[in-house]
């Protein structure tokens, strides 16, 4: 039967926004395929409760692993049982780092064919194809399965959630032996935060800086321009500049931090990298400051300005205030 | 301990990159460089024989790819590495991931390394994902995206961000790990380094030396099947300034800004 297994993430007693769209794109595409979206959810004591309401998002059955959070190869392990015991045509994750990781150690442990960054699937003649944008986004990809299993991983925020279901999924244990290197590998800490607590997803105005700002100080230039908007204007930063330790975790944009659509976007020393776009490319407008005329944020932006920050963004926060003030 | 770098060439940052119209695949002839990201690797693995934590007794990078891809083994070498291993052979050609991570993994056994690195991405196709299908083969354990890692209580003590924000995971060794590129600044080779890199031992293998199944590789193995590519839905291009009097810039900006009404 061609039913699809969609690995659902689970944190503090709560569903990742894009397993549950993962989850809701399989119970679309099942229904095409003429089979069921199963989801399988791993942890410590998952509560039944909870992996139930899967069923509001389509999912017909729910599969609960016992086995340590967080870590990429028990749920290796514990999909490969499922999809030996039977049934399965699809193995789909919704976007984010985890699913990356099982899907690939999946893909190693089946044989099997796996595209990543898939950014829509269809079904053709009960089989799925999958499209995966290439080339800094300039072509898409089209991509079929030759193997018993297809491994579909998706970009972040590329499956929509939807609550089509109306009762609870069953609820099933699934046991499952763990490989020797799942066991090698022990979470000492988890989602731990570093930096302060801040809010960007309630921003209308997001001042957004990456490694053009050149140092942690450089931020002082983002945070003048948001304090000149007002109060419904904050700061956001790109992954690289958080790792390096110059803004807090809460503010990070992109595939393992947060997903904003805020009024206006304003870039500043930002390339574009693929993993910064999809976490604000639904921004109503865009604007990119940048001194490299070649950044590929120019490609998504509305109004880029190729120049040098350090220049720009003073006069501009003079400007806003001025405006504001008059 | 033994570390493997593996190793990847990729298409110049600076040069376009094209599908070739009649596979549907990426054109790699224009490819030319060391994978940035790998560099990360590379550094990630003097520090630790530099850190003096573990004992290394040796770096080998390790690449898969054509001829040319021997250029991006000298700059491995010219970076740190001590020798250099190169698997090509015409029945690879167009393997997918899961078809490269099985060939890679093959020859990685041929080392016994108890430690394989690797950059987080390459820059020009596969994301995040050969580090997890060579662990899978290799039996090994395995992290990707690690942006600190210390030898520590006889194995690696790596941190990371994931979902809800940084984790840190205790791996045994022989391990697989990604490194992200915030990990380290990998420096720049001297003169001498680069002039000695072809000197270091290379060697070339070809499938069978690694024993590969030829059954398992190229294109017509790999069971992820690229049929066909298209244009993304057009987007209006936007609007660009060059910045050459800032006043007058700043003027435009804020009236594009007020058009909107987004002051």
Redesign the interface.
Same mark, same amino acid.
């Given at each position: 039967m061609a039913n699809i297994l969609v690995y659902a #993430?689970h944190?503090?007693g709560a569903f990742?926004k894009n397993s549950l769209g993962a989850v809701s794109e399989a119970a679309k595409l099942a229904g095409e395929i003429g089979g069921e979206a199963h989801a399988i959810v791993l942890g410590e004591n998952v509560p039944r409760d909870l992996a139930a309401t899967l069923g509001r998002y389509g999912a017909k059955k729910v599969l609960v692993a016992e086995g340590p959070e967080?870590?990429?190869?028990p749920l290796?392990d514990a999909m490969a049982k499922a999809i030996a015991d039977g049934g399965y045509s699809y193995a789909l994750f919704g976007g984010? =780092?985890?699913g990356?990781?099982?899907?690939?150690?999946l893909?190693?442990?089946l044989?099997?064919?796996?595209?990543?960054?898939v950014t829509a699937v269809r079904a053709e003649g009960g089989k799925l194809?999958a499209e995966r944008?290439? =080339?800094?986004?300039?072509?898409?990809?089209?991509?079929?399965?030759?193997?018993p299993v297809?491994i579909v991983?998706g970009r972040l925020n590329a499956f929509e959630i939807r609550e089509t279901g109306d009762a609870d999924a069953a609820v099933e244990d699934l046991s499952f032996e763990l490989?020797?290197?799942?066991t090698?590998?022990?979470? #000492?800490?988890?989602?731990?935060?570093?930096g302060a607590d801040v809010d960007i997803e309630g921003a209308d105005?997001l001042i957004a800086g990456g490694r053009g700002l050149g140092k942690a100080e450089g931020f002082k230039l983002a945070e003048d321009l948001a304090a000149a908007?007002g109060s419904n204007a904050a700061v956001a930063a790109t992954?690289?500049v958080?790792?390096?330790g110059w803004y807090p975790?809460a503010a990070q944009i992109g595939q393992?931090g947060k997903t904003v659509a805020p009024?206006?976007y304003l870039a500043a020393g930002i390339s574009g990298a693929?993993q910064h776009k999809v976490g604000m490319q639904g921004s109503e407008?865009?604007?990119a400051i940048n001194k490299d005329?070649n950044a590929p944020i120019?490609e998504?932006?509305? #109004?880029?300005?190729?120049?040098?920050l350090n220049?720009?963004l003073p006069?501009?926060t003079d400007?806003?205030k001025a405006?504001?003030a008059g | 301990m033994k570390i493997c770098v593996l190793v990847k060439e990729v298409p110049d940052a600076a040069v376009e !990159?094209?599908?070739d119209p009649s596979t549907?695949r990426?054109d790699r002839s224009g490819e030319k460089n060391l994978n940035p990201y790998d560099t990360h690797a590379i550094e990630a693995a003097m520090q630790i024989r530099e850190g003096g934590a573990a004992p290394v007794e040796e770096i080998v990078a390790v690449t898969m790819g054509p001829e040319s891809a021997v250029r991006a083994l000298h700059k491995a070498v010219s970076l740190g590495a001590d020798r250099s291993i190169h698997l090509s052979d015409p029945v690879l050609a167009g393997s997918?991931?899961?078809a490269t991570?099985?060939a890679l %993994?093959k020859t990685l056994e041929t080392e016994s390394p108890d430690l394989v690195l690797l950059g987080q991405q390459s820059d020009?196709?596969?994301?995040?994902?050969?580090?997890?299908?060579?662990?899978?083969?290799l039996?090994?354990?395995?992290?990707?995206?690690v942006?600190k890692m210390d030898v520590a209580d006889g194995g690696l003590?790596c941190e990371?961000?994931?979902?809800?924000?940084?984790?840190?995971?205790?791996?045994?060794m022989p391990?697989v790990i990604s490194v992200?590129?915030?990990i380290n600044e990998p420096r720049y080779p001297s003169l001498k380094a680069i002039m000695g890199a072809k000197k270091k031992p290379l060697q070339s293998m070809a499938a069978a030396d690694a024993g590969i199944d030829t059954g !398992?590789v190229g294109g017509d193995n790999?069971?992820?099947?690229?049929?066909?590519? !298209? %244009?993304?839905p057009a !987007?209006a291009a936007?609007?660009?300034?060059?910045?050459e009097d800032?006043?007058e810039?700043?003027?435009k900006?804020?009236a594009?800004?007020?058009e909107?009404k987004?002051?």
């Open positions: #993430l944190y503090e990742n967080g870590l990429a190869q290796v984010g =780092l985890l990356f990781e099982i899907g690939a150690g893909a190693a442990r044989g099997a064919g796996v595209v990543m960054e194809i944008p290439i =080339l800094g986004d300039s072509a898409i990809s089209e991509i079929e399965y030759r193997s297809g991983i490989s020797p290197q799942a090698r590998a022990k979470m #000492l800490i988890r989602g731990e935060q570093r105005i908007f992954r690289a958080v790792d390096a975790y393992t009024k206006l693929i407008n865009i604007v005329a120019f998504f932006s509305d #109004l880029g300005v190729v120049g040098d220049k720009i006069k501009l400007a806003v405006k504001k | !990159k094209r599908l549907g990426m997918d991931v899961a991570g099985y %993994a020009d196709g596969e994301c995040y994902t050969i580090g997890a299908v060579v662990a899978d083969h039996g090994m354990p395995s992290l990707t995206q942006i003590r990371r961000q994931a979902e809800y924000g940084y984790d840190t995971v205790q791996v045994e391990a992200g590129d915030a !398992k790999s069971a992820a099947h690229w049929t066909a590519a !298209k %244009a993304p !987007k936007g609007e660009i300034i060059e910045d800032t006043g810039t700043v003027e900006i804020l594009w800004l007020d909107r987004l002051i």
